[in-house]
């Protein structure tokens, strides 16, 4: 019985009855093959599965539609030795870590020195990171590498680099030290005056010293030193808005989470928003996803004894009358763990 349904299932009725003896006849046509019915939707923004399982009833991805179907560029990547959260003498210093699929980093160009046109030739995921990165290939000398992707940013686009033109600039600046101060004063600030209204393309995916942007302009991959690497928002969804910049000294920039801070201006930064904002919305459904992602479970704190964590022991759900803390002993909601203020900080942000 099973074989006939399955047969049924492998083909579809013909268009048009046959006649055969004055009576209508249904034949089948076996070279129609029928569609089989996918498991899964996507809507261009998430990916759900049909619930064959309870772990994929609430499981909601974000849409790959637009990625790249194949493995990286093998060059601009590293193997990833994990440690299981252990140190050199095997002792656990990161708890709930072990397992998961093999992974290699890829090697992302955060600091952008490079000059000149470059490419976008297409977008990939990248498992150790919550954003996407795009592959580039500069245009004239064929380099590739891998950079943040913004949002909106296409295969096909051409981005640019503008750090080597301030580089120039300011060695230009240094070789005037036989120049009375007066005159090197003024050329500075022509210089500097230059530098800002100069035309650059202050388009989506470009880098640029923050002296070099406009005022109230979206930004990511922000540095923290002049000529650096970008460490400032870099994780999926995130933005920052320039709020103050001038031809030397400190720039400030609008962090998402309210803090305004101060940045060397010589300082790099991309335009716009980085890529894969739906990441927060996303729903892994069940433990599994969990351990595939390098993750083990943990234990609560009321579980354990009393000598294995400070809300352990007792006679039932008891904390034992203690503000929650970590195993020890740390504050672990609204405890304030820094002895020094930040220098760069104008505003902190905004606390409950």
Known sequence: MLAIRRALQRCTLAAAPVLKFGRPQV???LQQQVRPMSNTKDDGQFKTWKPLAPTLRQRRMVSRKDLHKGGPIRKLTVAKRRTGGRNNTGRITCRHRGGGAKRRIRLVDFKRSEPGPQQVVRLEYDPGRTAHIALIKHMQTGVLSYILAPT?????????????????????KDDG??????????????SAQADITSKVNVELGNCMPLRMIPIGTTIHNIGLHPLGRGQLVR???????LLYTAPTGLAQIKLMSGEIRRIPVDACAT?????????KHEKLGG???????????????TAMNTH?????????KSKGNKHPRSPWGKLAKGGKTRNSKNPMLVRGRPRR
């Open 27 to 29: 034949a089948f046509n």
């Open 152 to 172: 909106g940013l296409k295969p096909g686009s051409v981005v640019q680099s503008y750090m080597r033109v301030h580089l120039e600039n300011t060695q230009t």
């Open 177 to 190: 030290e036989d120049m009375s101060a007066a005159e090197r004063q003024e050329m500075e600030a022509t």
């Open 235 to 241: 994780s999926a969804g995130a933005s920052a808005q």
């Open 271 to 279: 335009i716009g928003q980085v890529s894969n904002a739906n990441h």
């Open 287 to 301: 433990a599994g996803a969990r351990r595939r992602r390098g993750w083990r479970p943990t234990v609560r704190g």
């Open 308 to 316: 294995d964590h400070p809300h352990g022991g007792g006679r039932g």
